[in-house]
């Protein structure tokens, strides 16, 4: 992607927890693209289980965790954490654009969950309204320029969409949560603040799971 691009890269997730591995996918959209970053965790989404945290701690541990790369370019939207009612990302991409009809915006995925867009409530119109940025995560098995592929088979609009090589380190906040159930540390997982707010609030301690509480960050 051109330096001289405008716009801005949307990266959102459950961050339930944020981890380190977040923070290098950020610095390396940052790195590749001379984009700003806007980080958006989800509210309760409406596609999947409801996260451990809640959507307001996600927001906070998102913002103790940007601290660290403390780069100004890279921002937290607290709009889906706020919604009262299951957020959608082409809810939130049709609001960005209604703030700034003229300002570009570039959605960032993962090729695991970019696999599922077919799935995506109004994928069409969320499509229309974004340019596709498919990175592959280390270990998630689904090669980023196969998804691709995949979805240009499928007829989706996909002017421009690019694949992005980033190397990140390989981090499951399914297993993080398990090891925090268990009473274990994730020091070698989690920015140290991050750490320490889950410590503060009592977070993922085993008598908050369930069955349902696992689910890929």
Known sequence: ???????TVLFGGTFDPPHLGHLSV???????TNLPVLVVPTG???HRPRPVATPQQRA???????????????????????????SFTVDSVTWLRARSPEHPLVLALGSDVAARLPGWKEVYRLLDQVKLLVFERPGSGQPADL???????????????????????TVDATAIRDRLSRGEECADLLPPGVSRYIKSHGLYRAR???ADSFLEG
Not at 1 to 7: P, Y
Not at 64 to 80: G, Q
């Open 1 to 7: 992607m051109a330096a001289a691009s405008l716009g």
């Open 26 to 32: 950020i610095r390396s959209l940052r790195e590749q």
């Open 44 to 46: 309760d989404p409406g």
């Open 60 to 86: 906070e541990m998102v913002e103790i965790a940007l601290r660290e790369p403390d780069d100004p370019l890279v921002t937290l939207s607290r709009h889906e954490a706020d919604q009262a009612r299951p």
């Open 147 to 169: 998804v691709l592929q995949q979805l240009w088979e499928l007829g989706l609009p996909l002017a421009g969409a690019e694949v992005l090589p980033i190397s990140a380190p």
């Open 208 to 210: 908050f799971l369930s």
